[in-house]
C-alpha cells in the first residue's frame, strides 16, 4: 500500500511539474518573450505545432495569406519566426549588404536530413560563393548559346512526341509532358545524360525517388523541432525504404561517374565544378548533391510553372489569342524560334511573369536566421537567432500591391495604366541578393522556347476535367493532378 502510494505521489507530482512547466512557456511565448510585441494568432504565438499541421496539411501558403490580411505585413507565426510581406522586406532580408553579416539559412529548413553532404544552396557563406563562382560559367550567357542544340533537340522531341499522341484525339496530359522535357534537359546538363522520360513518356525511377524525398522532407522539416519523435520516426524507417536510399545513391554516385569521363569543356552546369574540384575540395558525394539540386531546382520548378501559365491561358482565352496572334506574327516557321528570338516576344514574357505571380513555383517562405547583433527589417528590430520568412504566394495575392490580384492580367507587365500601382518589385520569384537563383536566365530560356514551339504548333482547349486543375495543395512543390489538354495541329 505504501508502495502504491508512493508511485502515485511521484506520477502526480511530475503532472503537476509538467503542467506548470507548459503553462509557464505559453506565458512566457505570449507575453514575454521577445517577440511577444509582433501580431498573429494566439496558437501560434504559443507553439510550433499550428505551424507544422499547416505544413504538412499543405495549406500553409493559403493560411498566410489569411493572416497577412489580418494582422498585417509583419506577423508571428511561430514562437521563434516573423513572416514578412512587403517589397522592402526582400533587400532588408536577402539584399546585399556590405560589412554585415548575412541572414544565414535555417539549419532546421535545409539540414533536415542529418549527415547528408552540403551543396551550393545550403553551404556556408564562404563555401557558397566559391562554388557560385564555377557554376555560374554553366548559366552564362556564352554557355546558353553553346548549349542550345541540346536544350532544343529535347524541344523538338517534345513536338515530335506531341504530335503522335494528339493524333488520337483523346485529351494529352501536358503537365506530365513538361515534366519529361525539362527533367531530361537538366538531367544533361548536370550528369551529362537525359533520364530518358522523352523517349520512354515516363518519370525515371531515380526521379520518383526524389518526388518521394521531397514528401518526406517536409516532414523531417517540421519534426526538426521535435528531435525525439524525428529520431523516432527514422528509427521506424522499414528495411525496404533504406534499401530504396542505398541504391538511389549508388545510381546517382554512377552517374556523376559516368560525367567525369565525358570530355573536358563540356558546357554544362557540372563542369566548373569539375574543372576546380580539387581546389574546392570536393568528394564524389559533394558533386552529386550540387547536381541533384541543380536538378531539384531546374526540372520541377519550371515544368510547374509552364504547366501553370498553360492552364492560366487557356482559362484565360483573351489573353491565349492574344499571345497565338503574337507567336504566328513574328514566326513564319518554328525554325525560326530559338533561344535569342524568343526575346521578341513581350507579351508572352508578361504571361509568363503573370503565372509566376499567381502559380509561383517557390509558394512558401525559405526561412533565414537573424544574426547574432539582431537587424533591422521593415524599421522594425528583430533580435538575434529569429526566424524571418517571405512567403510568396501570399506576398503576390495582396490587394496593396496588385490590383485584382487573383485574376491573370499579362498587361500589369506592360505598362498598362489600369495597373499603375501595382508593385512590380515585389515580385521575386529568384529572389534577390547574394543567394538569388542560379537558374533564372535557364529558367526563362527553356520556358520561353517551349512555350514558343507549343503555341506556334498547336491550338489547345482544356479539358473540361482540368477546369479546376490549379486548386492544389502545397509541399513545397505544388500537388500537380493531370493537366489536361486538347491538342489540334495547326
Not at 528509427?235 to 549508388?250: L, N, R
Amino acid at each position: 500500500m505504501g508502495i502504491f502510494f508512493n508511485v502515485q505521489q511521484v506520477l502526480l507530482t511530475g503532472l503537476f511539474t509538467a503542467i506548470l512547466y507548459l503553462a509557464s512557456k505559453v506565458i512566457y511565448n505570449v507575453y514575454f518573450h521577445p517577440l511577444s510585441r509582433f501580431p498573429g494568432p494566439l496558437e501560434h504565438k504559443i507553439s510550433r505545432l499550428p505551424y507544422v499541421y499547416r505544413s504538412i496539411r499543405g495549406t500553409l501558403p493559403f493560411d498566410m495569406l489569411e493572416m497577412h490580411q489580418q494582422y498585417g505585413n509583419i506577423v508571428r507565426i511561430a514562437p521563434d519566426e516573423l513572416a514578412f510581406s512587403h517589397p522592402d522586406a526582400w533587400q532588408d532580408i536577402m539584399g546585399h549588404h556590405k560589412g554585415k553579416t548575412e541572414f544565414s539559412k535555417a539549419d532546421w529548413f535545409y539540414h533536415a536530413v542529418e549527415d547528408q553532404p552540403s551543396h551550393v544552396v545550403n553551404e556556408t557563406r564562404e563555401q557558397h560563393g566559391r562554388l557560385r563562382r564555377q557554376m555560374a560559367h554553366g548559366f552564362s550567357e556564352k554557355a546558353m548559346r553553346e548549349q542550345e542544340p541540346m536544350i532544343r533537340g529535347y524541344a523538338d522531341m517534345l513536338l515530335y512526341r506531341l504530335h503522335e499522341f494528339c493524333e488520337s484525339g483523346s485529351p494529352v496530359i501536358l503537365s506530365d509532358w513538361y515534366n519529361y522535357t525539362t527533367f531530361d534537359i537538366i538531367g544533361d546538363l548536370a550528369f551529362g545524360e537525359p533520364f530518358g522520360c522523352l523517349q520512354g513518356s515516363n518519370l525515371d525511377g531515380w526521379i520518383k525517388g526524389i518526388f518521394d524525398a521531397g514528401r518526406l522532407g517536409i516532414i523531417l522539416q517540421a519534426l526538426s523541432f521535435y528531435p525525439l519523435v524525428k529520431r523516432t520516426l527514422l528509427s521506424m524507417v522499414p528495411a525496404s525504404m533504406q534499401e530504396a536510399h542505398e541504391k538511389h545513391k549508388q545510381l546517382t554516385e554512377q552517374k556523376m561517374m559516368r560525367r567525369i569521363e565525358k570530355e573536358e569543356g563540356r558546357p554544362d552546369l557540372i563542369e566548373g565544378l569539375l574543372r576546380k574540384r580539387e581546389e574546392l575540395n570536393l568528394s564524389i558525394e559533394e558533386l552529386v548533391a550540387n547536381a541533384e539540386i541543380l536538378i531539384i531546382g531546374g526540372s520541377e520548378t519550371t515544368a510547374s510553372l509552364l504547366s501553370g501559365v498553360t492552364y492560366l491561358l487557356l482559362t484565360n482565352r483573351t489573353a491565349y489569342q492574344k499571345l497565338k496572334e503574337e507567336v504566328r506574327t513574328v514566326f513564319q516557321s518554328q525554325e525560326e524560334i530559338n533561344l535569342i528570338s524568343v526575346n521578341m516576344l513581350p507579351y508572352m514574357l508578361a504571361c509568363l511573369d503573370e503565372a509566376m505571380r499567381m502559380y509561383p513555383p517557390i509558394a512558401n517562405g525559405l526561412p533565414r536566421v537573424c544574426p547574432e547583433a539582431g537587424a533591422e527589417v521593415l524599421g522594425e528590430y528583430i533580435p538575434a537567432n529569429t526566424f524571418v520568412s517571405i512567403h510568396q504566394w501570399a506576398l503576390y495575392r495582396r490587394e496593396e500591391y496588385f490590383k485584382d490580384p487573383n485574376t491573370y492580367h499579362p498587361e500589369r507587365f506592360l505598362g498598362d495604366p489600369s495597373f499603375a500601382d501595382d508593385r512590380r518589385e515585389v515580385l521575386q520569384p529568384f529572389h534577390t541578393g547574394p543567394r538569388n537563383c542560379l537558374g533564372r536566365n535557364l529558367a526563362y530560356s527553356e520556358m520561353r522556347l517551349i512555350l514558343a514551339l507549343i503555341i506556334f504548333n498547336f491550338d489547345m482547349e482544356i479539358a473540361d476535367e482540368a477546369i479546376d486543375w490549379i486548386k492544389q495543395r502545397n509541399f513545397l512543390m505544388w500537388e500537380k493532378g493531370p493537366l489536361k489538354v486538347h491538342l489540334t495541329r495547326v
